[in-house]
């Protein structure tokens, strides 16, 4: 009786091979055991405690962050921040190579409230 040749390794070739890197929000919340919805229940609660009962995060707005498709606003990205104890930079929402310079470069030319406000947000960043 006529047996086929057993296909070795080298008859295989690898075609296509990626690998989806994971972004530093999702792998905190992973580590975590969350699901997404767990984290946008977590922030949801941090804002209402804060007073701020007006607001519309879901687990789309969370994937929507951890894919890149959207940045947190401001409000989110402090709560998410403090959940995970950790700054925007290490969370993804900021590039790392920014420096305080570039920052205060930047603000120079906005009115004095706003650098103000910036100012205090620059150093809270790193």
Not at 7 to 15: A, E, G, H
Not at 68 to 88: D, T
């Given at each position: 009786?006529?047996?086929?040749?057993?296909?070795?390794?080298?008859?295989?070739?690898?075609?296509?091979?990626?690998?989806?890197p994971?972004?530093?929000?999702?792998?905190?919340?992973?580590?975590?055991?969350w699901?997404?919805?767990?984290?946008?229940?977590?922030?949801?609660?941090?804002?209402?405690?804060?007073?701020?009962?007006?607001?519309?995060?879901?687990?789309?707005?969370v994937?929507?962050?951890?894919?890149?498709?959207?940045?947190?606003?401001?409000?989110?990205?402090?709560?998410?921040?403090?959940?995970?104890?950790?700054?925007?930079?290490?969370?993804?929402?900021?590039d790392?190579?920014?420096?305080?310079?570039?920052?205060?470069?930047?603000?120079?030319?906005?009115?004095?409230?706003c650098?103000?406000?910036?100012?205090?947000?620059?150093?809270?960043?790193?």
């Amino acid at each position: 009786m006529f047996s086929p040749p057993q296909p070795s390794l080298q008859d295989f070739q690898v075609t296509h091979v990626t690998t989806n890197p994971i972004s530093p929000l999702k792998y905190q919340r992973l580590l975590r055991g969350w699901s997404q919805n767990d984290l946008a229940v977590e922030i949801y609660r941090r804002c209402v405690l804060e007073g701020n009962v007006s607001v519309g995060i879901t687990s789309e707005s969370v994937r929507r962050w951890e894919c890149g498709i959207h940045q947190p606003s401001p409000v989110y990205r402090k709560h998410i921040c403090a959940i995970f104890a950790l700054n925007a930079v290490q969370l993804g929402f900021l590039d790392p190579y920014i420096s305080n310079r570039h920052i205060y470069t930047d603000i120079s030319t906005n009115s004095a409230a706003c650098q103000g406000e910036l100012h205090i947000s620059s150093q809270n960043l790193l």
